[in-house]
């Protein structure tokens, strides 16, 4: 009757007090309080998680279902994670590793706005993987970037983002960025049918992002990067909502490595509240994650879920021009390439570096 | 000559390649690219940080000391985060441990606009512990918790807390909630020299939080509490500075899966960006802080620094009426002790027991 939601955890336990274990869970994550001392028959019943499957997974792992009523998230994202994982997460052994949601509550936070299609639409690439470039680094004065901005597009970048450590820093103000690097993507004449977009990155509380996007749009800018886990899930929420025209590229940091799956965290959730496109550390570069927890971070950003336009994965972190091949191997086109440091590098070659790299993402042919 | 902040890590390293992780990091939490790469002089010798010690604590765990330029803060709380430990908690075997602030960059932040003398002050209660109850279950319509608000303060407690679960559900409006609690209470004789405050929980995006503040205000309520981790660190900076008359509890939900040190977190950061009080698990509680921790943590929150007033420590997590003695023994007065669980558990007992609870309080002598 009343829809549920279902959270599965993996725990590190003794198989003895694995059941215990998990009817701690469930009670942490709804009551919070002894059950014994609980008059009230909507909340015995309703309320209270439920201990719904214990899964052994050999060698001291147990995953184990919990569901919970989706009236106690109501509609707020902030909500959401608190029901899930709170307290919980404050348990060293507790990893929250999926979730399932009603399909009304799915509908109620929306998904992307934008998602793969129309970041494929607004460069004018239908098929193909996308290209992404940063600016850094942090400490450069607006000019420096806006020129690094136009190498970029002249070698033929998609997106061109904002490192994510640039903020609104003394040396390199949010506005004054916004528009050295807008103005110079407008001297230039792309080599491909479109120009470069900028994508600015959002940092400060709510009200602060919400000018930053006015004047974000006054330059002309229609995507933006902020970090979920840094402004806070319902005011990204809320952002997504109130901006209708703006994609979002959500950033990883602060996303922790382990305790909440990254394909949950990064790929679903993140999806979930609107992201249209997410950074995440791809495998063999300078962050820890596995080839299969990429693969299954990518899948469920793509997935064909709830009515949920899809979400471009971005796989980055220490990428080389050189693994163009492997990465669309690996991820196909549904994808949008990030290399940074390694196109940097090249220096007064910027412009060459970038070319090769936007032809190698050109000249693929996806089997 | 520039201000710089000082970050602690904890890292699990093979010896042989502890300083080349060291720099790593150093590099990942500012410039974020090959430093070969980068021309700009002020960039090299300012915003690039530097490795100033490692240390080596035995058993594969070194204490790395890393500085980073205050400017690439500026003053926004969010961006301190990112700064301090952003990409660095996509990496499992790094802890934040501490950190240290130039004196002008705390005094930006601020700390507590209230502190342990107002709470006391509010309270009527200028030096003993104070005591603290939560309501719950989640479930309970607003008339159940107004009720177990008033047996709270008929047997004196001087704060009566929402649970962190209580959000803005359909079964329990914020709205509704302040208002049939605040009803309750202003019908209560109270034992003592003044009545319980209500605590309302502050759930959604920053718009949301204004709202429900001034539905509060309104209702007479002057302290509130907020989770930090989930609406973020600059939206809880935010509303603190906005809102001068009010006080703020801040909980530790979705504090634990992010891997900084609970003394820094919860007692030296929280405090900083506002926190009046801050909860957190005791030992031999629900949760897994080892007494040094939470004597670690209780410093932080208290200790003379940086001309910030001391944040009340809010010991919590399955608390009993029995370990009165211990915890004020192992904390001192300088604190407010919240029992839930195990004054609901008396049941139509629960204004006897919460009695005993604050009289076990009020007749402690500090040695």
Redesign the interface.
Known sequence: MHPRLQAIYHIRCDPRSIESRAQ?IAV?Q?????L?????D??RS???GRVEAIADKANGLFEVRISL?A????Q?P??L???L????????DVV?HDVELPEELAKTFGGPRHGLSELRRRVGAPVRALTCAPL?????PPA?LANLAKSFAQGGIDYIKD???L?????SPFAARVEAVTAALRTIEPPGARAAQSVPSL??????MRAQIALAKDAGVDIVMV?PM??????F??LVRENVSIAFIAH?????????APPLLLGKLFRLLGADAVVF?NHGG????SPDICRALARAALADRDALRPCVPVPA?GMTGDRVREMLDFYGTEVMLLI??AL??A?EGLREATAAFVAAVHGYAHR
Do not use: W
């Open positions: 701690a942490e709804s009551v919070e309080m002894p014994a001392a609980i008059d009230d909507f909340v309703d309320i209270v009523a009236e106690t998230v109501g707020d902030g909500q994670i608190n029901m994982f709170g307290n919980t997460s404050l348990h060293e929250l850094k680094p942090q400490g450069l420096a490192d994510h450590g903020a609104d820093q003394a040396y940092s400060g509380d709510l009200d602060t970090a840094i402004m806070g899930f319902s005011n929420h809320r990883p940091t602060m996303a922790g490595a382990a305790r909440i550390p300078r962050f820890g994650y972190g940074g440091g940097l590098e220096r």
